[in-house]
T-cell receptor
Framework: SQTIHQWPATLVQPVGSPLSLECTVEGTSNPNLYWYRQAAGRGLQLLFYSVGIGQISSEVPQNLSASRPQDRQFILSSKKLLLSDSGFYLC?????????FGSGTRLTVV | AQSVTQLDSHVSVSEGTPVLLRCNYSSSYSPSLFWYVQHPNKGLQLLLKYTSAATLVKGINGFEAEFKKSETSFHLTKPSAHMSDAAEYFCVVSVGPNFNKFYFGSGTKLNVKP
């Protein structure tokens, strides 16, 4: 079965600092990978998805970017964080058996 | 366009009483519908899913949901709440050629009182 490792679990970063959140997948190959964000009082919003190495689709314009350097690695980045980037970030993987989610990263930008 | 509306941000029930978490959806396509639960500091866990088969779907931990196309609803129910059911619940619509896009509701926090 699929397992998603996502770290760190919590992160406090100052405004203007860079960000790198990493997600790795075990137990599957060639999954579709997703980054979601939940801002306070809102549902989970799809940020990026990737159907393969180097292939990234962005769902909403924002201060963030994503990369997929390896089949089972998906990275969410920012060069300069904004206060509005605070939220709960979830990595997800999709295979034929369905979705698997990571445990999430709670990011607070101060 | 797709959207999901969870009508209650917080629901509080007593242990042993029924649970009802409401969800309405809007979709341009025939959707798949899901309920996920998230316990504190844990990943999302699938409770149940509807994929155009039986309209009454049974899931884990005694939960079930009924797909009502005429009402565009997919409400989650459980006959008797347990303390361990306290968590946040998300209703989700999945669309796309491979059902590879998810649209989440805003979540409902369920509180279970002893």
């Amino acid at each position: 079965s699929q397992t998603i490792h996502q770290w760190p679990a919590t992160l406090v970063q100052p405004v203007g600092s860079p960000l790198s959140l990493e997600c790795t997948v075990e137990g599957t190959s060639n999954p579709n990978l997703y980054w979601y964000r939940q801002a306070a009082g809102r549902g989970l919003q799809l940020l990026f998805y990737s159907v393969g190495i180097g292939q990234i689709s962005s769902e909403v314009p924002q201060n963030l970017s994503a990369s997929r350097p390896q089949d089972r690695q998906f990275i969410l980045s920012s060069k300069k964080l904004l206060l509005s980037d605070s939220g709960f970030y979830l990595c997800a993987s999709l295979r034929k058996t369905g979705y698997t989610f990571g445990s999430g990263t709670r990011l607070t930008v101060v | 366009a797709q959207s999901v509306t969870q009508l209650d941000s917080h629901v509080s029930v007593s242990e042993g009483t029924p649970v009802l978490l409401r969800c309405n959806y809007s979709s341009s396509y025939s959707p798949s519908l899901f309920w996920y639960v998230q316990h504190p500091n844990k990943g999302l866990q699938l409770l149940l899913k509807y994929t155009s088969a039986a309209t009454l779907v049974k899931g884990i931990n005694g939960f079930e949901a009924e797909f009502k196309k005429s009402e565009t609803s997919f409400h989650l129910t459980k006959p008797s709440a347990h303390m361990s059911d306290a968590a946040e619940y998300f209703c989700v619509v999945s669309v796309g050629p491979n059902f590879n896009k998810f649209y989440f509701g805003s979540g409902t926090k369920l509180n279970v009182k002893p």
